[in-house]
Structure formats: structure tokens, C-alpha cells
């Protein structure tokens, strides 16, 4: 008996307006209905997320965010605080996703900040890490994933991390259609349990929960679940239809 509930994410990124994301769940709560041993989790932007909060309501959906900031209120235009994400109806909050490493300049430190702020409010966060293709083609992986796992999660005391989940996300395998293969990622997956096992007991890092991301679709997700240290996955493209969304979280029923 796997002690670890699988997690499956649809990080949406930025599409879907208002109406489109209450279409997409709307359609995909019922193809998933039935779906009872698994997390299911949509993480639409800001603007939709009270929307499709409304929209998921008794249902098996649960909602993320895809960021957040660490302050709790004041003169920070533009951003968003832990307990604006409560409040719309968030469990989950996705942190440290690639994207915002590159293009928004996130960094290990701001991540962890966001990591403790997200957790004092009780959202549960979503750690993203993974290397970029340099990185693996000049055998990286390993010291980049370290340090972004030691760093992001510094000082957590064990209750706190018992919330975290990590995406494990090779930036080379991030919308290119290029999946790491299943023994690729479960070797990843095992060296981030293992370090997580250096950082806290050794019981709550076998029952945290280790989701790969990077063109995950229908396909290729029974093969990755089969794999002892993939818990889940955090899907972006194949995410964007109720369709390829629900045939994923149904990966056991092909
Ligand atoms: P992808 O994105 O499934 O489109 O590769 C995954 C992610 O970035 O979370």
C-alpha cells in the first residue's frame, strides 16, 4: 500500500479568462467525479481563482495559486498576499516555478520567504525546482536540485514541511514536449527524497509527496506514476482541456 495520495496539478499559467476558467472546470469536475484516491488540484491565475473557487465547491477539486508574496498587507502594488489566497478559496500554492526563476527574478531566498509566509496562513505550498538543460548536459543536476531543495526549505520545522509538496521540474522538459523519461525523473525524485531526508525526520520525508512536471500528458503519465518516488504530477499544457486534463488524472483507468 503506497502511503503517499498521488497529487495531479493543472498549472494553467497565463491563459483562460474568467469565463474560460469556469468552463474548463466546470467540464472537468464531471469527468473526474468519480475520481476518489487522488488529489486533484487546478491552479488558474488570480483573476480567476474566486470564480472557479465558487465554480469547485463540493467537489473533489481543490484550488492553487501559481504565486503569492510573503508580506500579509500593505503598500505593495501589484501583489498578492497568503491570506488574499485563503481567503479566494486556495489550498495549494505553487512556488519557485521556473518561469518566475527566469523571467520574474525569483531566487532561492524569496522563495523561501514565500515558502513561511504561505505556511503561517495555512496554505499548503507547492516547491518547484529543477535544472536547466545546461546544467544536465554538464552533470548538474544533482548540486543545482541540492541547493534549491537546502535552500527553500532551510529551517522548516517538521509540521511545516508535512505541507509541503515538491514539483520536480527539468526547465529542458517545461512546455517542449520533451519528457524526461520515467527513470530519468525517478532518479531525481529519489536523490530530492534522500536530501530531504537529511533535513528533516526521516518519516515525513518518505510521506512527502514528489510530483514531476515538464510535458506531462495522457500518455506518458502511467509510466512516470509507476515509478516509486512519483507521487504526482504538475501538468501546464495538457492541463488547458478537460479533456487531456481528466485522461490524465484517470491515468489507472486507460
Ligand atoms: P508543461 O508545463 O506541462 O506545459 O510542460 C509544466 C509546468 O511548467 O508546470
Not at 139 to 164: A, P
Not at 205 to 216: L, P
Request: with cysteine; net charge negative; glycine share 8%.
Amino acid at each position: 500500500m503506497d502511503m503517499r495520495r498521488p497529487i495531479i496539478a493543472g498549472n494553467w499559467k497565463m491563459n483562460k479568462t474568467v469565463s474560460e476558467a469556469v468552463d474548463l472546470v466546470r467540464q472537468s469536475k464531471v469527468l473526474v467525479a468519480d475520481i476518489r484516491d487522488i488529489d486533484i488540484v487546478v491552479a488558474p491565475t488570480f483573476t480567476a481563482l474566486h470564480a472557479v473557487s465558487r465554480e469547485i465547491k463540493g467537489s473533489n477539486i481543490e484550488l492553487a495559486a501559481q504565486d503569492v508574496f510573503w508580506e500579509t498587507s500593505g503598500a505593495y502594488t501589484g501583489e498578492i498576499s497568503p491570506l488574499m489566497l485563503k481567503d479566494a478559496g486556495c489550498r495549494y500554492v505553487i512556488i519557485g516555478h521556473s518561469e518566475r526563476r527566469q523571467y520574474f527574478g525569483e531566487t532561492n531566498e524569496s522563495v523561501h520567504k514565500k515558502i513561511k509566509a504561505s505556511l503561517a496562513v495555512g496554505l499548503h505550498p507547492i516547491l518547484c525546482v529543477g535544472e536547466a538543460l545546461e546544467e544536465r548536459e554538464t552533470g548538474k543536476t544533482f548540486d543545482v536540485v541540492k541547493i534549491q531543495v537546502f535552500q527553500c526549505l532551510e529551517g522548516f520545522s517538521r509540521e511545516e514541511m508535512d505541507k509541503i509538496t515538491i514539483a520536480y521540474e527539468p526547465i529542458w522538459a517545461i512546455g517542449t514536449g520533451k519528457t524526461a523519461t520515467p527513470l530519468q525523473a525517478e532518479e531525481v525524485h529519489a536523490f530530492i527524497r534522500e536530501q530531504l531526508g537529511s533535513i528533516t525526520h526521516r518519516q515525513v520525508s518518505e510521506a512527502m509527496r514528489i510530483q514531476y512536471g515538464g510535458s506531462v500528458n495522457p500518455d506518458n503519465i502511467g509510466d512516470l506514476m509507476a515509478e516509486p518516488n512519483i507521487d504526482g504530477a504538475l501538468v501546464g499544457g495538457a492541463s488547458l482541456t478537460a479533456d487531456s486534463f481528466s485522461r490524465i488524472v484517470k491515468f489507472r483507468k486507460k
